[in-house]
């Protein structure tokens, strides 16, 4: 049986993205990703990661 449950990490748009519903969402917002969709818009120089530091956790 297949894990369903997806991992997805917080990252910081650095341009406006399209999202599939043609929606746009602007630069600077947050989202939670999952792992592949993140690495992509990382690699492309769109979004950068947007996770606390060890030990800033809260």
């Known amino acids: ?3 369903t449950k997806t991992t997805t ?3 910081k748009l650095l341009y406006d993205i399209w999202a599939i ?3 746009r969402i602007p630069a600077g917002t947050v989202l939670d990703l ?6 992509i818009l990382i690699a492309q120089g769109k979004a950068e990661r947007n996770d606390p530091l060890p030990g800033d956790e809260g």
Not at 34 to 39: E, H
């Open 1 to 3: 049986m297949a894990d």
């Open 9 to 11: 990490v917080p990252v």
């Open 21 to 23: 519903d043609e929606e």
């Open 34 to 39: 999952p792992v592949k969709a993140a690495k």
